[in-house]
């Protein structure tokens, strides 16, 4: 079992920043593509970004890109998204993911590729 635990979400103005972050416990953290999705009201989760075991791929989906950064330090099992000009539509609650993966290289990015999953923290932006 993998446990996994975000944090750093709240409210804030449109164009501000937030860094969310999500400690994973249970299993070597090294050996898992860890993914961000997230869920607004009345609308289906989505992918937002993944990375691999090692950290050496990424991917984020289209409407974030070039504004959130997936990051990880597996030293403290531990896996970020930075989230820069933030918008309202950014609103929803963001989960953290993680996948068991054999390959370095390898990325995630359907919800169903995915075994163990956070509480999720909710992320709400003002206009």
């Known amino acids: 079992q993998v446990q996994l635990v975000e944090s750093g979400g709240g409210l804030v103005q449109a164009g501000a920043s937030l860094r969310l972050s999500c400690a994973a416990s249970?299993?070597?953290?090294?050996?898992?593509?860890m993914g961000w999705f997230r869920q607004a009201p009345g609308k289906e989760r989505e992918f937002v970004a993944a990375i691999s075991r090692r950290g050496g791929s990424t991917h984020s989906a289209d409407t974030v890109k070039g504004r959130f950064t997936i990051f990880r330090d597996n030293a403290k099992n531990t896996v970020y998204l930075q989230m820069n000009s933030l918008k309202p539509e950014d609103t929803a609650v963001y989960y953290c993911a993680a996948a068991f993966s054999g390959m370095d290289q390898a990325l995630k990015l359907a919800i169903r590729q995915y075994d163990y999953w956070g509480q999720g923290t909710q992320v709400t932006v003002s206009s």
């Open positions: 249970g299993r070597t953290f090294s050996n898992y593509v």
